[in-house]
């Protein structure tokens, strides 16, 4: 998986018939909003925070963006997607989302799971995985969970790549003791992608 284009598109627990699906669902479009969240999670890591970039968009408009920032706001909601939710809701007064789509860099953790679930978005795509806290398949699948009465169709490994190496590059500078610019990140570090929780050691 090296460019943009040949990125696979990671759909746990779906058939392969289903993943050949959500393979081709992925457009232009969501690599364009993708690109837009990675830039919001450059932000972030010039902050200190882990690189996380979230937008909510709908009929091809953006609706609300975040990126990742707990501990500058002190606040452990403060995820991308969290924020990112909160704008879109605020900007059409309505807690509700139907028919959204929120695109997030890495794979969401169970609270954002559980907003998502409740702001009723239709679609979600993420970036890469987290092996750490990742609930769409990597640790637990809260969007397959039919005990849950929402849920949002889920594609992964749009610009996996990118968003990959955008978070290792972040956590390989923090390792090395270095301060991490924006222009680092997202140049590779040679590390897998590390649970966002590694940003509280
Ligand atoms: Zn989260």
Partial sequence: MRGPRSAAVIVGGMSSTLAQTACAAATADDERWMRHALALAAGAAAQGEVPVGAVV?????????????????????????????????????NYRLPGATLYVTLEPCAMCAGAIMHARIG?????????????????IDLFAEARLNHHASVEGGV??????????????????????????????????????????T
């Avoid at 990126?67 to 969290?82: F, G």
């Avoid at 679609?123 to 640790?139: E, I, L, N, Q, W």
């Avoid at 270095?178 to 590694?198: K, L, Q, Y």
């Fill in 123 to 139: 679609r979600v795509v993420f970036g890469t995985r987290d092996p750490k806290t990742g609930t769409a398949g990597s640790v």
């Fill in 57 to 93: 968009v709908r009929d091809g408009e953006l609706l609300g963006e975040g990126a990742n920032a707990p501990i500058s706001l002190s606040d452990p909601t403060a995820h991308a997607e969290v924020r990112a939710l909160r704008a879109a809701a605020t900007s059409v007064g």
């Fill in 159 to 200: 610009l996996q790549s990118e968003c990959a190496a955008q978070i290792s590059g972040f956590f390989a500078a923090r390792r090395c003791g270095h301060p991490v610019p924006s222009a680092a990140v997202g140049d590779g570090g040679g590390t897998g992608p590390a649970g966002r929780m590694e940003a509280d």
